[in-house]
C-alpha cells in the first residue's frame, strides 16, 4: 500500500479516510476484492489485487475487501473498522428463514399501551446492537441515539416538546389557515389543518390534565439524530431495524415522527437532550412492555407496485 492514506468522503467524524492492507503470502488472487470494491480502492492489476488510496472515492471502510477475502488476506483499519471487528458469519441453519421473518414483522403492531414497568438497560443494549447493523448512506454511521430510559424523564421530554407545539396553534385560526394556502403546498396545507393542529391540539390539552398522548406514559424513548454528512434516511432506518428488534424480545414500539419537527428547530432542546447542534432528529421511538398482546394481524399493502 503507498505510504500516503489517500482521499476519501468526509462524515461527521471527519475526512480521514480507511487503510486497506493486502497480505500477499496470502492472497490467491482470486480477484474477489477488486470485484466488491466499489470505491475502486482495490483494482486487479495484471491479474492481482493492488491499492490505489486515490484512486474513484477513496476507501470509506465499508470492510467488503476484508470480509469477501476467503484467505483473510485484507485488513482495513479507519473510520470506526478494524480487523478485530470481523467475525465469522451464521451458519444458515441457525439464520432465520423467510417465514419465520415475516411472522415477526406481520405480528408487529404499533403499541401505545404499556405495564408500569421500566426496561432493563441490557434490553436496550440488544436492540441498539441489532440496529447498529442498519445499512448506511457511507460508512461510519453518523446515526446517533439518545435513550431516555424513565417515566419520569420521558415526561419531562414530552413535556418540552410540548412547549412548541404550543407555539404551533398560532395556526390555528381561519385567517392562518386561510394564509397557508397561499404560501403552502396543498397537500401540506391540508396536513397542517386536517392532522397537524388537530393533534398539537389534542397532545398540549392533554398534558394539562396530565395525560401524554405524545409518548404515551412509554418508560422509554429512543431518540435517532444523525450528522448532516449522513444520509436523511440513515436515522429512520436505524429505527426501523430498532423497532423490529424490540418485537423480537417481546417488548412494545411506536414509532414518533413530529417530535423531529419540534426538537430540530430549538437549540435549546437539542443542547437539553444532548444532541449535537449540527444533527438532526430523524425519528423518535417509544419503547416499553405491552399491557395487552393482540390475537390477529391484518394485510397491508403498498398504495401501488408495477413491474416495469
Known amino acids: 500500500m503507498k505510504d500516503r492514506p489517500g482521499k476519501t468522503i468526509k462524515t461527521g467524524f471527519g475526512d480521514k479516510p480507511a487503510r486497506p492492507s493486502i497480505d500477499h503470502y496470502r492472497c490467491t488472487s482470486c480477484g474477489l476484492c477488486a470485484r466488491v470494491c466499489k470505491s475502486f480502492t482495490i483494482l486487479a492489476v495484471n491479474g492481482s489485487p493492488e491499492i490505489f488510496p486515490d484512486n474513484g472515492l477513496g476507501c470509506i471502510g465499508c470492510g467488503q475487501c476484508m470480509l469477501v477475502c476467503p484467505r483473510g488476506a485484507i485488513t482495513v483499519s479507519g473510520r470506526g473498522i478494524e480487523p478485530e471487528h470481523s467475525f465469522r458469519l451464521p451458519k444458515k441453519s441457525v439464520r432465520a428463514s423467510f417465514g419465520a421473518l415475516y411472522n415477526l414483522l406481520v405480528s408487529r403492531r404499533s403499541v401505545r399501551e404499556f405495564r408500569d414497568r421500566p426496561i432493563e438497560k441490557a434490553m436496550i443494549e440488544k436492540i441498539l446492537s441489532a440496529a447498529s447493523t442498519a445499512p448506511m448512506g457511507l460508512p461510519p454511521s453518523d446515526v446517533g441515539v439518545i435513550a431516555v430510559m424513565?417515566?419520569?424523564?420521558?415526561?419531562?421530554?414530552?413535556?418540552d416538546i410540548c412547549g412548541?407545539?404550543?407555539?404551533?396553534?398560532?395556526?390555528d385560526n381561519p385567517v392562518m389557515?386561510?394564509?397557508?394556502?397561499?404560501?403552502?403546498?396543498?397537500?401540506?396545507?391540508?396536513?397542517?389543518?386536517?392532522?397537524?393542529?388537530?393533534?398539537?391540539?389534542?397532545?398540549?390539552?392533554?398534558?394539562?390534565?396530565?395525560?401524554?398522548?405524545?409518548?404515551y406514559h412509554a418508560p422509554c424513548v429512543l431518540l435517532f439524530h444523525q450528522s448532516p454528512y449522513a444520509d436523511p434516511v440513515d436515522g429512520s432506518i436505524a429505527c426501523t431495524y430498532a423497532m423490529t428488534a424490540a418485537e423480537a424480545i417481546g417488548l412494545g414500539s411506536c414509532m414518533i415522527g413530529t417530535v423531529s419537527f419540534a426538537i430540530n428547530r430549538e437549540k435549546?432542546?437539542?443542547?437539553?437532550?444532548?444532541?449535537?447542534?449540527?444533527n438532526s432528529v430523524s425519528m423518535a421511538m417509544i419503547l416499553g412492555y405491552p399491557a395487552f398482546r393482540y390475537s390477529r394481524g391484518i394485510h397491508r399493502s403498498f398504495a401501488s407496485v408495477r413491474y416495469l
Open 150 to 159: 424513565s417515566k419520569e424523564r420521558v415526561w419531562e421530554l414530552a413535556g
Open 164 to 171: 412548541v407545539f404550543k407555539k404551533w396553534l398560532i395556526f
Open 177 to 215: 389557515r386561510a394564509l397557508a394556502v397561499f404560501f403552502m403546498k396543498k397537500t401540506d396545507a391540508e396536513m397542517m389543518e386536517g392532522f397537524i393542529i388537530p393533534a398539537v391540539r389534542a397532545i398540549t390539552e392533554a398534558r394539562s390534565e396530565n395525560t401524554d398522548l405524545l409518548f
Open 268 to 278: 435549546r432542546l437539542k443542547k437539553k437532550w444532548g444532541i449535537p447542534q449540527e
